[in-house]
T-cell receptor, first 114, second 115 residues
Framework: EAGVTQSPTHLIKTRGQQATLRCSPI?????VYWYQQALGLGLQFLLW???????NRGNFPPRFSGRQFPNYSSELNVNALELEDSALYLC?????????????FGQGTRLTVV | DQQVKQNSPSLSVQEGRISILNCDYT??????FLWYKKYPAEGPTFLIS?????DKNEDGRFTVFLNKSAKHLSLHIVPSQPGDSAVYFC??????????????FGQGTILTVHP
C-alpha cells in the first residue's frame, strides 16, 4: 500500500513568486496535515484539512493557504514567497480527526526561495 | 514561544548502551505525547506515544517516561543499535478543543549510535 506521497520533491522559486505543493494521503485517510520544518527548527504546524474543510490553522500569515480535494488529496499554496519560506514542507495523513495522533508523514517537499 | 523543547541538539552513544532523549514542555493542557524518528530524506515515522494518564509506556526496546509534575518526558532506547541513528522529535497535543489535529514538535535531537 502506498504511503503519503508529496510532489515535487524539490522546488526552487524566486522571491515574490507563488509555490504550489501537493500531497496524496494514504488510501482511506480523510485528514491531511501540513507542517513546515525550517533549518534548525522543529516541525511547525501549518494547516489541517478533514473532509474537504479547513479544521485548524497554525500561526502563519494568510499567504499560506491550501485546500483539500474530493479525493482527499491536498494542495499547499504559498504566495509572495519570502527567503524565510525556504524549508522542508511535510504532509501527513490520518483516518479522520479521531485519529489525529496517528498521522503518517510523507517524505516532504524541499522549497528553496532565492 | 517554544512550548516543546529538546535541549540537547545531539547525543552520541555506544552500541549496546542506553540512549536517553529528553523533552520538556510548558503547556499543561497537553494530554498526549509522541516520539517520532526521522532519517535523512524521509518523513518522520511514529515511534511510541503516551497518554497523560500514564507515566510509562513500553514497546520493545523503546520506553517513554512521563513526569507530569516536571512537565518532562524521556525516551529510553535499550540496547541502542547503529540503525537507531536518526533525528528524534518529541511532540505533544491536546486531544480536543482548538488544538485538535495539531502536533507541537520539539526541535529534534540527533542520535548517533557508534558500533
Amino acid at each position: 500500500e502506498a504511503g503519503v506521497t508529496q510532489s515535487p520533491t524539490h522546488l526552487i522559486k524566486t522571491r515574490g513568486q507563488q509555490a504550489t505543493l501537493r500531497c496524496s494521503p494514504i488510501s482511506g485517510h480523510t485528514s491531511v496535515y501540513w507542517y513546515q520544518q525550517a533549518l534548525g527548527l522543529g516541525l511547525q504546524f501549518l494547516l489541517w484539512y478533514d473532509e474537504g474543510e479547513e479544521r485548524n490553522r497554525g500561526n502563519f500569515p494568510p499567504r499560506f493557504s491550501g485546500r483539500q480535494f474530493p479525493n482527499y488529496s491536498s494542495e499547499l499554496n504559498v504566495n509572495a514567497l519570502e527567503l524565510e519560506d525556504s524549508a522542508l514542507y511535510l504532509c501527513a495523513s490520518s483516518q479522520g480527526q479521531s485519529h489525529a495522533t496517528e498521522a503518517f508523514f510523507g517524505q516532504g517537499t524541499r522549497l528553496t526561495v532565492v | 514561544d517554544q512550548q516543546v523543547k529538546q535541549n540537547s541538539p545531539s547525543l552520541s552513544v555506544q552500541e549496546g548502551r542506553i540512549s536517553i532523549l529528553n523533552c520538556d514542555y510548558t503547556n499543561s493542557m497537553f494530554d498526549y505525547f509522541l516520539w517520532y524518528k526521522k532519517y535523512p530524506a524521509e518523513g518522520p515515522t511514529f515511534l511510541i506515544s503516551i497518554s497523560s494518564i500514564k507515566d510509562k509506556n513500553e514497546d520493545g526496546r523503546f520506553t517513554v517516561f512521563l513526569n507530569k509534575s516536571a512537565k518532562h518526558l524521556s525516551l529510553h532506547i535499550v540496547p541502542s543499535q547503529p540503525g537507531d541513528s536518526a533525528v528524534y522529535f518529541c511532540a505533544a497535543t491536546r486531544r480536543g478543543g482548538t488544538s485538535y489535529g495539531k502536533l507541537t514538535f520539539g526541535q529534534g535531537t540527533i542520535l548517533t549510535v557508534h558500533p
